[in-house]
């Protein structure tokens, strides 16, 4: 049994347990170990990931040591990360000459070598990405798959671009990029421009997808960033122009981590476990005969017959045919999340009928087997995806609130998100974030569906001219 989901934080703790996502009992704070299933669900999360970077981008591998002399270059970065980074400092029982980082991101490890594949303007855009581990000493209290030190699956991509606006143009397609992989996993999210003191340590600008927990707290899903010349000129890398001239590229990167899976599992499960979207679940379908005594085998041989077909049409499917009650398979393959269950007892088999019904809705419908076709399962994923986008949508509507007065947003702050209008003065924004003692996110881009405020209106703080940004707790 499972923690009632209102108790958030258990239920999240006990759900990655029980439905085998993470092991959290490897001897290192921060680090976890994926469980087969959970790792079936990891690769069909970044399946859709993968598809979509490579329309546009060349995926590469880079070393995970970086030199502390490359790391250290630039400036603004070295600073945001020194405190984050793990060193190795020996070679068996030899102290290195230079001390290796493990990569807490990649752009120091990737730039020096663009600098030498970077030759003219033809070599340009450049747009690579990589799947890899990525190690942060995260002083925050760390969870599995939200804060961790060892990010398993951080996707990340860095691109080269002729000049600032092209770069512009690439955040652009790199934020519907990711508007089209949260959208698939039906994950709500405002689009966010973090405010200047909570950049990308190099960035110009940095934009970030937030989605809104079970329990009011926001979760940062993604992050695009401009990073203009900044990086360019540390690194030297030039190309030359049509007219002859040498000129710094102007760059961008993003990343995704294993957050997207913490949120999908977060967002959709209920009480009895995890509902996971039809494209994503590891098992898409589970048939569960009803054994009576006498009529087995007449049960049997025809759900394996639903069983074959459903696997011709190409779904996922598996049978329950072990010794349990029907009760206890029901209990198992709901806290697994499996969309689709199939129940076939004898009076079915009979009649060639079989009874449906989806993990979200959890109503029985009796049908004619022959029913069961590929269109008709295309169509039950959609419906199925519809009905989890708008609950989710339901879910931020509660948590999201538009506010003119601080004391009253003081108050909000750990129940959800507030909408306020804040002028770009930098003390406007730290007065606020005194106040109510939570982290402002940054201007609104986009909102979820469903989600209205003025974009302009009165500075919340001084009264001037304001745009709309939102503030909440963050894990
Ligand atoms: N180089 C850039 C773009 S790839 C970069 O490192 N950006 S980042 O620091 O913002 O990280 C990208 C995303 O990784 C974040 O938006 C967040 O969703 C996720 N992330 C960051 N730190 C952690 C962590 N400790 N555990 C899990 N996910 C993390």
Same mark, same amino acid.
Not at 6 to 29: G, L, T
Not at 323 to 331: M, T
Not at 337 to 362: K, M, Y
Not at 368 to 390: F, G, N, P, S, Y
């Given at each position: 049994?499972?923690?009632?989901?209102?108790?958030?934080?258990?239920?999240?703790?006990?759900?990655?347990?029980?439905?085998?996502?993470?092991?959290?009992?490897?001897?290192?704070?921060?680090?976890?170990?994926?469980?087969?299933?959970?790792?079936?669900?990891?690769?069909?999360? /970044?399946?859709?990931?993968?598809? #979509?970077?490579?329309?546009?981008?060349?995926?590469?591998?880079?070393?995970?040591?970086?030199?502390?002399?490359?790391?250290?270059?630039?400036?603004?970065? #070295?600073?945001?990360?020194?405190?984050?980074? /793990?060193?190795?400092? *020996?070679?068996?029982?030899?102290?290195?000459?230079?001390?290796?980082?493990?990569?807490?991101?990649?752009?120091?490890?990737?730039?020096?070598?663009?600098?030498?594949?970077?030759?003219?303007?033809?070599?340009?855009?450049?747009?690579?990405?990589?799947?890899?581990?990525?190690?942060?000493?995260?002083?925050?209290?760390?969870?599995?798959?939200?804060?961790?030190?060892?990010?398993?699956?951080?996707?990340?991509?860095?691109?080269?671009?002729?000049?600032?606006?092209?770069?512009?143009?690439?955040?652009?397609?790199?934020?519907?990029? /990711?508007?089209?992989?949260?959208?698939?996993?039906?994950?709500?999210?405002?689009?966010?421009?973090?405010?200047?003191?909570?950049?990308?340590?190099?960035?110009?600008?940095?934009?970030?997808?937030?989605?809104?927990?079970?329990?009011?707290?926001?979760?940062?899903?993604?992050?695009?960033?401009?990073?203009?010349?900044?990086?360019?000129?540390?690194?030297? #890398?030039?190309?030359?122009?049509?007219?002859?001239? *040498?000129?710094?590229?102007?760059?961008?990167?993003?990343?995704?981590?294993?957050?997207?899976?913490?949120?999908?599992?977060?967002?959709?499960?209920?009480?009895?476990?995890?509902?996971?979207?039809?494209?994503?679940?590891?098992?898409?379908?589970?048939?569960?005969?009803?054994?009576?005594?006498?009529?087995?085998?007449?049960?049997?041989?025809?759900?394996?017959? #639903?069983?074959?077909?459903?696997?011709?049409?190409?779904?996922?499917?598996?049978?329950?045919?072990?010794?349990?009650?029907?009760?206890?398979?029901?209990?198992?393959?709901?806290?697994?999340?499996?969309?689709?269950?199939?129940?076939?007892?004898?009076?079915?088999?009979?009649?060639? =009928?079989?009874?449906?019904?989806?993990?979200?809705?959890?109503?029985?419908?009796?049908?004619?087997?022959?029913?069961?076709?590929?269109?008709?399962?295309?169509?039950?994923?959609?419906?199925?995806?519809?009905?989890?986008?708008?609950?989710?949508?339901?879910?931020?509507? =509660?948590?999201?609130?538009?506010?003119?007065?601080?004391?009253?947003?003081?108050?909000?702050?750990?129940?959800?998100?507030?909408?306020?209008?804040?002028?770009?003065?930098?003390?406007?924004?730290?007065?606020?974030?005194?106040?109510?003692?939570?982290?402002?996110?940054?201007?609104?881009?986009?909102?979820?569906?469903?989600?209205?405020?003025?974009?302009?209106?009165?500075?919340?703080?001084?009264?001037?001219?304001?745009?709309?940004?939102?503030?909440?707790?963050? /894990?």
């Amino acid at each position: 049994m499972l923690p009632p989901k209102s108790n958030f934080s258990e239920w999240y703790h006990e759900v990655i347990q029980q439905a085998e996502i993470m092991d959290v009992r490897y001897p290192v704070k921060g680090l976890y170990v994926w469980f087969p299933f959970g790792y079936k669900l990891r690769n069909l999360v /970044y399946g859709r990931l993968r598809e #979509i970077m490579d329309r546009e981008h060349d995926e590469v591998y880079f070393p995970a040591l970086i030199p502390e002399t490359e790391l250290g270059k630039e400036g603004q970065h #070295i600073k945001g990360f020194e405190d984050e980074v /793990y060193w190795i400092t *020996h070679g068996g029982i030899d102290r290195l000459d230079v001390k290796l980082a493990l990569r807490p991101t990649s752009e120091t490890a990737m730039y020096p070598m663009f600098k030498l594949w970077i030759r003219s303007h033809a070599d340009l855009p450049l747009r690579v990405y990589q799947i890899v581990n990525v190690f942060r000493y995260e002083t925050k209290h760390t969870r599995p798959l939200i804060r961790l030190r060892e990010i398993t699956s951080f996707k990340e991509a860095h691109t080269a671009h002729r000049n600032y606006e092209e770069a512009e143009e690439n955040v652009k397609m790199a934020v519907n990029a /990711y508007k089209e992989f949260f959208d698939s996993l039906a994950i709500p999210y405002f689009v966010i421009k973090r405010p200047e003191w909570d950049k990308f340590p190099g960035a110009d600008y940095t934009i970030a997808f937030d989605t809104v927990m079970p329990d009011g707290r926001t979760l940062q899903i993604g992050t695009v960033h401009h990073l203009a010349d900044n990086f360019a000129k540390t690194f030297d #890398i030039k190309y030359e122009t049509p007219e002859g001239d *040498h000129a710094y590229v102007h760059q961008t990167c993003y990343g995704i981590s294993e957050r997207c899976v913490a949120a999908l599992i977060s967002i959709h499960g209920d009480d009895v476990g995890l509902i996971l979207p039809f494209h994503f679940a590891p098992h898409q379908a589970v048939v569960i005969p009803i054994l009576y005594k006498g009529k087995e085998e007449q049960v049997l041989k025809f759900s394996d017959e #639903i069983l074959k077909k459903l696997k011709e049409i190409g779904i996922r499917a598996i049978l329950d045919d072990s010794d349990e009650r029907p009760g206890a398979k029901y209990y198992r393959w709901e806290l697994f999340g499996v969309p689709l269950r199939i129940e076939i007892g004898p009076r079915e088999a009979e009649g060639r =009928e079989v009874v449906v019904s989806f993990r979200d809705e959890r109503v029985k419908r009796k049908i004619q087997a022959d029913e069961i076709t590929e269109e008709k399962i295309v169509k039950w994923a959609d419906d199925m995806h519809d009905r989890l986008k708008k609950r989710a949508l339901d879910l931020i509507l =509660e948590k999201v609130r538009f506010f003119e007065n601080a004391g009253e947003m003081e108050e909000w702050m750990g129940k959800g998100v507030a909408m306020f209008h804040l002028c770009n003065s930098i003390e406007c924004g730290e007065s606020i974030e005194e106040q109510v003692r939570a982290g402002v996110l940054g201007e609104i881009i986009e909102m979820p569906e469903g989600v209205h405020a003025d974009k302009e209106g009165k500075c919340i703080v001084c009264g001037g001219d304001g745009r709309l940004n939102a503030i909440a707790k963050s /894990y």
